[in-house]
């Protein structure tokens, strides 16, 4: 499915033939009688911490070849080091959303999520790439990889016989579990298992996989079934008090989890200490006796508010920012894809089954789809559960394992950039409606992150690191994140509440004020994700209201507030910028964004390459794939900054519009 993004990634992307394509093969799913949901990542799964980091290496050396062939051959790299714009998760959940597919985000762990809504709601077949599946044994299991749309306008690819594994390995489905928490995992690592692999004879290397799997299958085979777990694990170990034995229950009741016998059947998690109770309690207000002095509940008119959804989103909006988009794209339909032939697309121009009108798509819902709205919970306005209650992953075990629990990097943790820092406590109407957008693919997965855990994980970027003429990409958008961190903790509050204490003596006078720290995991040399880095938000210049009246205030002038702190955060508090006959309305996040990267104290951006992307924004046709395909440039200048940040932005976005 990647293929769309392959001619331009390495400039940014290009996003009008990403929705090009997937409007296209959303109507021939749509033509098969294929009900289609797309469930992305959206959970911070602590244990898995070492996964992300091996991952985020390989995208840093990737990006690391990509530029060297670049710069030393001048010609687009090869496809096998495509390495996806951080922003593309973004685009595609609100592409699909807009094409009116059903999309959801994971919130505990992604893969028992996923198989439990596979199972819970009855479809037929899982598309992923990840072999922790094949444990699951899905209903029927379909390569993503291998997902494309053929000329003949129909969707191939391939099917993972799962039934016919267990038949040639002489394995029960039980026994494939065993088999995986055996082959390592974030749970059990396969540094844990040496001793056992050179036991069974089991080599590395490419050509050894097969003959490694049928060892391990014939081992298993022997071994007693995990309904004895006790008996199982002095099989494998020899003793049960081996220190491997906890790790290797957990993994493999894990997979069992999953079976469509035990997707609901979870075991109750260990007890954790009173630190990491803290971090896994996002559903209640976290706060401490420590900082209780500055931490406090003041009575607001707040709670008058209708929470039930966001103040900005409206029929009447909706409707609104539909229009403005025509306008803006000069009410042109995507219709064709560059590579189909000409026959193709009078096939699909004529089909019988049209797609469903643009009103009927709001929220992800499609009127014309094949499948009801009930057949698919995600598309109601009811919530999605996604969460996986008392999943096994969350171990307190599993912490040992993760980057940060090291002794250097807990010296690094321990060394705050504030001694005057407090724990926020957030509304617990705030957490439920970030939640269910969460659930729903309605809001960036950073903003539950960053109000439940103070903790956002940033990714490898595209971008040279020995460029001395830029700052790194993350460190130009910093100030605009520290603003937004203010914004969800309500650290205007926090200090005025402050303030008025020390009035009323309730407070010493030499009490500093407090601050709001939150961690980011951030690449650099001397910290290649060994520990996170704790920042300091910073407040507005004027008083923000609470994010619980940003989101849900009614009333004009909270909707002045809510622009009033966009403008802000992005360096554009200026009255023109509202001007409609300076910037158009459908045009004020772009010039937000231009205006931020140009306000930089290093210059960024040259007049030129501003010009280029106002004249990309104002050309209508500029916004036709089909057109910039025939289209001869003599020099292009494209700058990454805006593309890879929009997780960023869009995060911001929704905190306050």
Same mark, same amino acid.
């Given at each position: 499915?990647?293929?769309?993004?392959?001619?331009?990634?390495? *400039?940014?992307?290009?996003?009008?033939?990403?929705?090009?394509?997937? !409007?296209?093969?959303?109507?021939?799913?749509?033509?098969g009688n294929i009900e289609l949901a797309v469930v992305f990542n959206g959970t911070i799964e602590q244990c898995r911490m070492n996964e992300w980091v091996a991952e985020q290496a390989n995208i840093r050396q990737r990006v690391g070849m990509v530029l060297k062939h670049i710069n030393t051959k001048a010609t687009p790299p090869p496809k096998i080091w495509?390495?996806?714009?951080? *922003?593309?998760?973004?685009?595609?959940?609100?592409?699909?959303?807009?094409?009116?597919?059903?999309?959801?985000?994971?919130?505990?762990d992604h893969h028992q999520e996923v198989i439990a809504y596979c199972r819970e709601y009855g479809f037929h077949g899982l598309l992923a790439d990840?072999?922790?599946?094949?444990?699951?044994?899905?209903?029927?299991?379909?390569? #993503?990889?291998?997902?494309?749309?053929? &000329?003949?306008? !129909?969707?191939?690819?391939?099917? &993972?016989?799962?039934?016919?594994?267990?038949?040639?390995?002489?394995v029960t489905q039980e026994q494939v579990c065993i088999m995986a928490a055996l082959l390592g995992n974030f749970l059990l690592p396969e540094s844990d298992l040496q001793d056992l692999y050179k036991k069974l004879g089991l080599t590395k290397g490419e050509n050894s996989a097969e003959s490694n799997i049928k060892k391990l299958a014939e081992y298993v085979g022997t071994l007693p079934s995990p309904s004895n777990m006790d008996a199982l694990v002095v099989a494998v170990f020899g003793i049960p008090e081996d220190k491997r034995a906890s790790k290797f229950r957990q993994s493999v009741q894990y997979y069992l989890n999953g079976t469509a016998s035990g997707f609901l059947k979870y075991c109750t998690p260990p007890t954790k200490s009173k630190k990491d109770k803290n971090k896994a309690q996002p559903q209640a207000p976290v706060s401490n006796e420590k900082d209780a002095a500055n931490n406090v509940n003041v009575k607001t008119d707040d709670h008058d508010l209708d929470t039930s959804g966001? #103040?900005?989103?409206?029929?009447?909006?909706?409707?609104?920012?539909?229009?403005?988009?025509?306008?803006?794209?000069?009410?042109?339909?995507?219709?064709?894809?560059?590579?189909?032939?000409v026959n193709l697309l009078k096939n699909i121009n004529s089909d019988d089954s049209p797609l469903s009108s643009d009103s009927s798509r709001f929220n992800g819902i499609s009127n014309g789809s094949v499948g009801s709205v009930k057949s698919i919970p995600g598309s109601s306005g009811q919530r999605v559960n996604l969460l996986v209650g008392n999943s096994s992953s969350n171990t307190s075990e599993n912490s040992k394992n993760s980057p940060n629990s090291g002794?250097?990097?807990?010296?690094?943790?321990k060394q705050s950039v504030s001694n005057n820092a407090v724990t926020p406590s957030v509304s617990p109407d705030v957490l439920r409606t970030a939640s269910l957008r969460h659930q729903k693919g309605l809001m960036a997965p950073t903003i539950l992150h960053v109000l439940s855990t103070q903790e956002v994980r940033l990714p490898c970027l595209m971008e040279d690191e020995g460029n001395r003429e830029f700052p790194p990409i993350h460190d130009i958008y910093g100030p605009l994140r520290k603003r937004v961190y203010a914004v969800l903790f309500n650290l205007h509050h926090l200090r &005025?509440?402050?303030?008025?204490?020390?009035e009323s003596g309730e407070l010493p006078e030499n009490v500093p004020q407090p601050d709001i720290l939150v961690k980011e995991w951030i690449y650099s040399r001397s910290n290649p994700y060994q520990y996170a880095e704790e920042v300091k938000a910073e407040p507005l210049p004027w008083a923000v209201p609470t994010l619980q009246r940003l989101w849900f205030g009614p009333s004009v002038d909270d909707k002045r507030r809510r622009m009033r702190a966009l403008l802000s955060c992005l360096n554009s508090d200026t009255p023109l910028i509202l001007n409609t006959a300076y910037v158009p309305q459908h045009m004020l996040i772009m010039a937000c964004v231009l205006r931020y990267i140009m306000s930089q104290d290093r210059p960024i951006m040259r007049r030129h390459e501003l010009d280029a992307f106002l004249c990309h924004a104002f050309n209508p046709n500029l916004?036709?794939?089909?057109?910039?395909?025939?289209?001869?440039?003599?020099?292009?200048?494209? &700058?990454?900054?805006?593309?890879?940040?929009?997780?960023?932005l869009q995060v911001f976005f929704t905190v306050l519009v």
């Open positions: 499915m990647i293929n769309f993004l392959i001619f331009n990634w390495a *400039c940014g992307g290009q996003w009008n033939r990403m929705v090009q394509f997937l !409007s296209l093969l959303t109507r021939a799913i749509e033509r495509w390495a996806p714009p951080t *922003c593309l998760r973004s685009a595609l959940r609100m592409a699909l959303r807009h094409l009116g597919v059903t999309v959801m985000c994971t919130m505990d990840d072999a922790e599946y094949a444990a699951f044994d899905p209903p029927r299991y379909f390569s #993503a990889e291998n997902l494309k749309l053929t &000329y003949k306008g !129909s969707v191939e690819t391939k099917e &993972y016989m799962i039934s016919e594994l267990t038949k040639t390995l002489k966001f #103040a900005s989103e409206t029929t009447e909006q909706e409707q609104e920012t539909l229009q403005n988009y025509k306008q803006a794209t000069a009410h042109s339909v995507v219709t064709s894809f560059d590579g189909l032939d002794s250097g990097s807990q010296k690094a943790q &005025y509440v402050h303030a008025k204490k020390k916004m036709n794939p089909q057109y910039l395909q025939e289209l001869t440039v003599r020099l292009s200048y494209v &700058y990454i900054f805006t593309f890879h940040q929009v997780p960023t």
